[in-house]
């Protein structure tokens, strides 16, 4: 018996009735392993996936009946094509995807080594793609369908050393909107989380100025309380949103005055 035959088994049980089988991708770590903290709390089944199964059945040891593991590279349309097997094995039905995994590097010097920015591409944008084209047909049979793809602040203007990360979320912004007016006849709500800095290995080596930095709890607890709600795009922090929205509306003040002193390019390489 799969895991939603097992909850649907008894759907008077208080234990069972009303939680919700979600799968999480990059939920080994950072906010993705907050969110199943939560999840799992609150008693909803979670699938989670990374690359590392090792660490993944490190989240699962505390709650082995909620949490199931599903190792996979989100950028490797074989190993995305065995999860979608997978899946399908665990359970007929998903009621909320979270397609939360991703990395990030940094241009240098604009160098402009297209190897980085596939593989970040891969990651960031590709791995929310494969994601939601493996869970659609179990997406299909919930009653209330959520996909959530994870983008980020930085997104909204260009950042300095950030052309291929934040170009990468961009695409997945442009992508969930998409998606969301093709899917504007149909019973699937998409959302967009957009966080802004938040202390994870992620942002470990970040040298420098992170402003309104907040922990993978607080992002978590942001993140589950606009996917309670109704709406299609999730922002946090309210006042770095806010900001850079108006930057992007004012985009000379941003391209003159703050992006100048933000860039540490004084020279265009000629080799
Ligand atoms: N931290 C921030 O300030 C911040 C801000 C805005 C947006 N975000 C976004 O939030 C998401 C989570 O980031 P985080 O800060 O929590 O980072 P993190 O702690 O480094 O977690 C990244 C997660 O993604 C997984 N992952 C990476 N590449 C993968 C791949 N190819 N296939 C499957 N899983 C993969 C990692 O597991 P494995 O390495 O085991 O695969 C890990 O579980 C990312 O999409 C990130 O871009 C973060």
Redesign the pocket.
């Known amino acids: 018996m799969n895991w939603q035959a097992a909850r649907d088994k008894h759907p008077g049980d208080g234990e069972c009735s009303g939680k919700k089988i979600v799968w999480i ?9 907050a969110l199943v903290r939560k999840l799992v709390a609150e008693g909803h089944f979670v699938i989670v ?4 199964r090792d ?1 993944l059945l490190k989240i699962q040891q505390p709650s082995p009946k909620l949490i199931k593991v599903l190792a ?4 490797d349309d074989a190993s995305m094509a065995e999860a979608g097997r997978a899946l399908a094995e665990i359970t007929d039905q998903l009621d909320l995807v979270i397609a ?5 590097e940094y241009e240098d010097n604009l160098e402009l080594d297209v190897k980085r920015y596939r593989r970040v591409f ?3 944008f590709f ?1 929310v793609v494969n994601t939601l084209h493996q869970a659609l047909p179990l997406l299909a049979n919930s009653r209330s369908p959520v996909f959530a793809a ?5 997104s909204i203007v260009g950042f300095p050393r950030a052309e291929a990360y934040g170009a990468s ?1 961009a695409a997945v912004s442009y992508f969930m909107e998409s998606v969301r007016a093709d899917t504007s006849r149909v019973r699937l709500r998409t959302v967009l989380i ?5 202390d ?4 470990k080596g970040n040298d420098f100025a992170m402003p309104l930095m907040m922990s ?1 709890e607080q992002a978590a607890h942001r993140i589950l309380r606009g996917l309670s709600g109704s709406r299609s795009i999730i922002d946090f922090p309210r006042r770095l949103s806010w900001s850079l929205r108006m930057l992007a509306v004012l985009r000379p003040v941003w391209h003159k005055l703050c992006a100048p002193r933000i860039t540490r390019i004084r020279k265009l390489r000629n080799n």
């Not at 996936?49 to 590392?52: A, E, L, P, Q, T």
């Not at 957009?194 to 938040?198: E, K």
């Open positions: 991708t990059g939920a080994s770590s950072g906010i993705g392993a996936s990374g690359r590392n660490t996979c590279d989100v950028g939360c995994a991703g990395v990030c891969d990651a960031n791995g994870v983008g980020s602040l930085s979320k957009r966080p802004g800095f938040i994870t290995p992620l942002t993978p």
